[in-house]
């Protein structure tokens, strides 16, 4: 994270916060960790430039924060991370600006980091996962939103039979009929190997719908069944990883995974098709889908 | 996959003949040739032969553009209220087109249709034109509208496309994104491929129609459509009839006049032609393609597995058949191809109507080894056409 504020600091700043602690950061963002309200929350820190540095970037975050918060309130479901109980607030700690707000603490690993660990789920594991996602895109749908950033980082593994999986980080979430937020028109905002193949088409932005979330959805269950990404390669440049995305097939689930249901596999390779259309575009039918498998 | 009969002019006891042979399972009835005060007595009629048979209507609504020619020909159209002239500018007006879906489904309420064809317009050209906004709006409101007359029956929203426009493969990609995604969607679609009015002589309209990517357009049309959860039943679909089973169709429909067989907004007009009908031909199976009846004979003393061994065969063993049973001897044919081709997945399927094109390839082979000639529409180019078409549709429907 840019000018990312001495620990201490902050703590002072944030004197209702007790236990500060360091999580992560990148970009303009940061997460701690704290004890508030009489419970752990994740306390997201948004780092404000000022217009002088960039113009128009200020807006663009502020723009983006306020709506993933707005989001967030939209969805409550137990599928998405839910918000916590500070409300954002904009700050300013050695001449610089930040907006803090928090979110409810889910105390479990992302699947990035099990699929580094090398963890083979079983199909009761991955239809968990299927079912959490494919409600969560359920949810961003009937609020005209595309979480735009499905992919193992932002997906947390809880040790809870009720609620074994949630999404986190709806930060450039696109909200269909809305006001863009991004300034510049080339730039894509997403991770690169888990954008769908739509976005990189030039007018994306006015034929992009659901069916790119379910497109990242099955990128990562693809992911996280096989170990493996089912489109990009290790030390691919960008330009070849978008070739990829756009021009290539990926191998069918069930030859890493023979184990699973065939069933199931031909469902997350049909998500993972180029032209949105050939997705199954019935949320309802593949919920259905994933609950009838043995 | 069903297969159903494609009514039009002069249908006699076709159709029932055909339902009580068990060759096809429902019928598409021209709104054309349909007279109103017969529609009640016509479907009894099939219903007391089969009481499963279903039983649709056309309304052909897209051809209310032609009503304004002098040279039109409507025939029974313009007595169903339903029907009246619309020029392309009124039906950019969601409003009217509201009217016209709310007045088809009106008339149809009284009839004992088995599901209902939604109306709409004819895509001639692009997908990326007034045309098609038109008919994604015809979509669009079809359930919502049908919804409003309390009926229960399935609704089907009427895809009528000029083969040009499955050419361009983006704005087609574009436009099959956009319906399969509706928020109140129909239960099927009623997909008619065909040509426009500038082509005018049926060879050139098949020649156009046979063509790899509208094939292969066609086929993904009915995989796309099936694989987001709708029924597709393809209109004039005749010998592509198993192809489209194969990916997904529901059901395919032909009938016993070329322009049953072969859609195209040509019909609407009055031309020229006229003269002689054409010979009475024979389907064979083997060559998936039709040979005139004396071909047939000249064949099968060489290639015998040029007769399909099945019931109507014997009614080409003395001569020219009676014309009212050409159009049997093609259901029953298309009926036992789709047994033959279409299997329990669209990979099976693709792997067996692969062999039969290879099968048909080969027997052309054989025939071209004899010396035998062949009329203009059993020409081996039609082969090629089928097989590219297979090999296309694999590659955009990414299978």
């Known amino acids: 994270m840019q000018n990312i504020p001495a620990l201490e600091s902050l703590q002072h700043k944030l004197s209702n916060i007790q236990n500060l602690e360091f999580i992560k950061g990148g970009g303009f963002k940061a997460v701690y960790k704290g004890f508030v309200g009489g419970k752990t929350e994740a306390i997201k820190l948004i780092y404000i430039p000022s217009d002088i540095e960039n113009e128009g970037l200020r807006d663009e975050i502020i723009g983006r924060t306020l709506r993933e918060i707005d989001s967030i309130k939209a969805c409550d479901c137990d599928y998405i991370v839910r918000l916590g109980s500070l409300s954002p607030e904009l700050i300013t700690l050695n001449g610089n600006e930040y907006i803090v707000y928090s979110e409810e603490f889910l105390d479990g690993v992302d699947l990035r980091e099990r699929i580094i660990q090398g963890h083979t789920p079983d199909i009761k594991t991955l239809q968990c996962l299927a079912f959490t996602l494919f409600e969560a895109i359920s949810f961003f749908k009937k609020n005209d939103l595309i979480h ?4 193992p980082d932002n997906v947390i593994a809880l040790q809870c039979a009720e609620r074994p999986f949630v999404i986190l980080d709806l930060g450039i979430a696109f909200k269909l009929h809305g006001t863009a937020l991004t300034r510049l028109s080339e730039f894509r905002p997403g991770t690169l190997p888990y954008m769908a193949p739509e976005m990189f088409n030039a007018r994306f932005r006015e034929t992009l719908d659901y069916r790119s979330d379910l497109y990242s959805a099955g990128v990562t269950l693809y992911e996280y069944a096989s170990g493996k990404h089912p489109i990009t390669r290790r030390r691919d440049d960008e330009y070849t990883t978008m070739y990829r995305i756009i021009n290539s097939a990926p191998i069918p689930l069930a030859s890493h ?12 390779d049909q998500l993972i098709k180029k032209l949105p259309a050939l997705r199954p575009s019935s949320i309802e039918m593949l919920l259905k889908k994933i609950k009838e498998q043995p | 996959m069903k297969l159903f009969a494609q009514h039009g002019y002069g249908p006699g006891d076709k159709i029932l003949n055909g339902i009580q042979e068990g060759s096809i399972s429902g019928v598409i009835l021209s709104a054309r040739y349909q007279k109103k005060e017969k529609l009640n007595s016509d479907i009894e009629n099939i219903i007391n032969i089969s009481n499963n048979a279903e039983i649709l209507m056309d309304p052909e609504i897209y051809a209310c553009i032609c009503a304004n020619m002098p040279d039109s020909q409507l025939g029974q159209l313009v007595d169903w209220d339903f029907f009246r002239p619309h020029r392309r500018a009124q039906l950019e007006d969601t409003s ?3 009217g016209v879906l709310g007045a088809t489904f009106t008339t149809m309420a009284g009839f004992p249709l088995t599901s209902i064809i939604a109306p709409n317009i004819f895509i001639p050209r692009s997908f990326n034109s007034i045309e098609a906004v038109i008919a994604k709006n015809f979509i669009r409101r079809t359930m919502p509208v049908f919804a409003q007359t309390g009926d229960t029956r399935h609704v089907f929203a009427t895809l009528a496309i000029g083969h040009h426009a499955l050419l361009d493969r983006d704005e087609f990609g574009a436009f099959l994104n ?5 928020d109140n969607p129909p239960d099927g679609f009623y997909v008619l491929i065909g ?3 500038a082509d005018e002589r049926t060879d050139i309209t098949r020649s156009e129609i046979m063509h790899a990517d ?3 357009g066609w086929m993904l049309l009915n995989f796309t459509l099936k694989m987001n959860g709708f029924k597709v039943i393809n209109g004039c679909s005749d010998i592509l009839t198993p192809l489209l089973g194969g990916v997904g169709g ?5 009938g016993w006049w070329t322009n049953l067989r072969m859609f195209s907004m040509n019909k609407y007009i009055r031309t020229a032609s006229g003269g002689r009908q054409p010979v009475v031909r024979y389907l064979s199976n083997i060559i998936l393609n039709r040979i005139k009846f004396s071909e047939r004979e000249a064949i099968a003393a060489l290639i015998p597995e040029i007769n399909n061994g099945l019931a109507h065969d014997s009614d080409y063993e003395s001569g020219e058949p009676e014309r009212r049973v050409e159009v049997l001897q093609t259901w029953e044919s298309i009926k036992n191809l789709n047994e033959h081709l279409i299997g329990s997945n669209v990979e099976e399927s693709i792997r067996r109507l692969e062999n039969a094109i290879k099968r048909a390839d080969a027997t052309y082979t054989r025939l071209s080894g004899f010396g035998l000639p062949l009329d203009i529409e059993t020409n081996r180019e039609y082969i090629t056409s089928l097989r590219e ?6 590659q955009i429907a990414e299978i």
């Open chain 2, 214 to 216: 509208v094939i292969a």
């Open chain 2, 96 to 98: 009217n087109i509201d």
């Open chain 1, 257 to 268: 995974r023979p184990d699973l249901p065939i069933e199931f596999c031909k469902v997350i």
């Open chain 1, 148 to 151: 735009r950033d499905i992919k």
């Open chain 2, 389 to 394: 078409g297979l090999k296309t549709f694999k």
């Open chain 2, 195 to 197: 040509g426009g009015m």
């Open chain 2, 250 to 254: 529901y059901a395919g429909a032909t």
């Open chain 2, 178 to 182: 956009d319906i399969t995604a509706l």
